[in-house]
């Protein structure tokens, strides 16, 4: 399988790391469940 | 449908089909007319994932299940941030770097030909079958406007995708797309607007969401552990993950968007994108439908939303002792709901106990009326368990939407079906095209006959979804039905990525009877068991794992 060479891992445009940003997209999860949760909660 | 709605229509469609084309001008290498020649920014690409999962049938369908079953539909996407960090973290970069047309061509470099071809052939099949169910849906709305036979409106909305997708290629696909998402945004608000705007004048929005909740329509977060239950919290969670990862990791339909990126940090960011937007998008719908449904409670509404099944049970001798059932119930539910506004406003605590027992007694008369009218569908000839979901928002729209909306909310499902058809067939012609005729029948010829291949392959694809739209209604709820078509396949082909990705001993025979024997499993589970298709993925994906490691030692 060729390899790309004009396909470069370039960094992302916020928080410094990949790592970071994906991080991140957990902590959003974890708080839009609760948030849903709490709203399910509320008006139940 | 007045003119006002045909001059709103036919302008959104026109402007979208013809932006896309203007768009993909010059698309005439195989690079491409199937990959956008590799230059398309983050955004183009995140609303185009967005568009083609989006189909019609997410506004039609989704929004009939939140009126009769809640919001606990949107668990379903609490995995899809994970499945999207994941496809970020290892697919992406690799897919990128091994320069391939589709997901199926990296197997062949992991692993061999004929586990490529298996891929292939299990994507084309559980592709094929979904592109049907996506043009069946705005089919449907025509036919319920128009009163046309579904069949013409299938093949009508069929020709138009076919022939756009045909000309334009990928490019044309993923820019039309971003102007559909806009239009769809545009629909969608207006259509929520509308619905709390028509609701009485001692009924606030904050009433119209406490009557929601107070009928169970506003179940967002279920924590019970079921394997029976198609939405709860650790279905979505678990089985979400493994659905997601299938599809947007191993199902080209989506893979082929992200391979469009100038780049590893513009494909990771439309997906990334995706996983941040999505689960409000879905919420959003979701909300819709719960409102419609507070909206019924002061409307009278019919028993079934299904025009044609109503007058087939009018001539049934049960239909009177229903309908008057029906009338009652609803009655005393709009007297409950009023009561029950009165003594929120009032903060009443007993009385509100009161009318809420009311309420949903009341509700439980509604949805067992509803019930026995699906029974006599079924009794007079008609379809059996037969359901009215898919009805439901559209007969809102139609009846109470002012003019120019209606038009607008018409062109949302027009402009979600177009996005997602064209993405599916445009993706069904690489498959065919690249790991099946350029592998396997014509090696070497040139770019333009490999052109000319995926023009033919679109258009075969395209007749190929408007035969099976002809009679995916027998499926049930559509949105249900999409998943559960996908969620046959998905595991096996996951199954199958991660082990190229994770078991480098591995090799290709292994993987090739991994993937059977998952395959085999999927079916047996679907055909002999009631567990809910969400843990189809997992299921598949772990006896693939399973049977290749077997194989390998």
Known sequence: MPERPDAPDEPPPFLGTWRRVYAAVGVYLCLIVLAAYLFTRAYR | ?553
Not at chain 2, 461 to 473: K, P
Request: net charge positive; glycine share 8%; hydrophobic share 50%.
């Open chain 2, 1 to 553: 449908m007045r003119p006002l709605d045909w001059i709103v229509l036919v302008t959104s469609l026109v402007s979208i089909v013809l932006y896309g084309l203007y768009r993909a001008r010059g698309s005439n290498t195989v690079d491409r007319y199937l990959l956008a020649g590799r230059t398309m920014p983050w955004y183009a690409m995140a609303l185009s994932i967005m568009a083609t999962q989006a189909s019609a049938v997410t506004f039609i369908s989704t929004t009939g299940q939140s009126y009769v079953d809640g919001m606990r539909f949107v668990q379903f996407y609490f995995g899809l941030p994970l499945a999207m960090v994941a496809i970020c973290a290892t697919v992406v970069p690799i897919f990128h770097r091994a320069k391939v047309y589709t997901a199926y061509e990296y197997l062949e470099g992991r692993f061999d030909g004929k586990t490529r071809a298996l891929a292939s052939v299990i994507f084309l099949c559980q592709r094929g079958l979904s592109a049907g169910l996506t043009i069946y849906a705005p089919a449907l709305v025509l036919s319920v406007i128009l009163g046309w036979p579904e069949s013409l409106t299938t093949s009508l909305i069929g020709a138009v995708v076919i022939t756009y997708t045909v000309i334009g290629g990928i490019k044309a696909v993923t820019w039309s797309d971003v102007q559909q998402m806009g239009i769809i945004f545009l629909g969608l608000i207006a259509a929520l607007v509308t619905c709390i705007a028509l609701m009485p004048s001692q009924v606030s929005f904050s009433d119209a969401v406490f009557l929601a909740g107070a009928a169970g329509r506003l179940n967002a977060v279920t924590t019970n552990f079921d394997w029976h239950d198609q939405f709860n919290l650790w279905s979505g969670l678990i089985g979400g993950t493994f659905l997601f990862l299938s599809y947007f990791g191993c199902d080209q339909s989506q893979v082929q968007r992200y391979l469009t990126g100038r780049s590893i940090a513009q494909s990771r960011l439309s997906l990334l994108f995706n996983a941040v937007a999505k689960i409000p998008m879905q919420f959003f719908i979701l909300f819709i439908g719960a409102m419609v449904f507070v909206f019924y409670l002061f409307t009278p509404a019919p028993l079934l939303f299904q025009r044609a099944e109503m007058q087939r049970i009018g001539a049934s001798g049960d239909y009177p002792a229903v309908q008057a059932r029906y009338d009652r119930a609803s009655e005393a539910r709009r007297a409950a709901a009023l009561g029950l506004v009165e003594a929120r406003h009032a903060d009443d605590a007993a009385a509100q106990a009161r009318q809420k027992a009311a309420y949903r007694a009341a509700q439980r008369e509604i949805d067992g009326a509803r019930a026995q009218a699906s029974q006599l569908v079924e009794l007079a000839g008609g379809e059996k368990n037969f359901r009215d979901t898919n009805y439901i928002f559209l007969t809102f729209v139609t009846r109470y939407l002012p003019v120019g909306l209606v038009g607008l909310v018409i062109a949302v499902i027009f402009a979600a079906t177009m996005s997602a058809s064209s993405g599916e067939i445009n993706s069904l012609a690489t498959v065919t095209v690249v790991d099946l005729y350029r592998r396997h029948w014509r090696r070497g010829a040139s770019d333009h006959h490999y052109v000319l291949a995926s023009r033919w392959a679109t258009l075969f694809w395209g007749v190929y979804a408007v035969i099976f739209a002809g009679w995916v209604h027998r499926l049930g709820a559509l949105i249900v039905a999409v998943n559960k078509v996908g969620s046959l396949f998905y595991g096996s082909l996951l199954g199958c990525f991660v082990l190229a990705l994770f078991f480098r001993k591995v090799r290709g025979t292994a993987a090739f009877v991994g993937m059977l024997a998952g395959e085999a499993a999927i079916l047996g589970t679907a055909w002999f068991t009631d567990v809910s298709w969400l843990w189809y993925n997992v299921i598949g994906c772990a006896v693939v794992v399973a049977t290749a490691l077997v194989v390998t030692a």
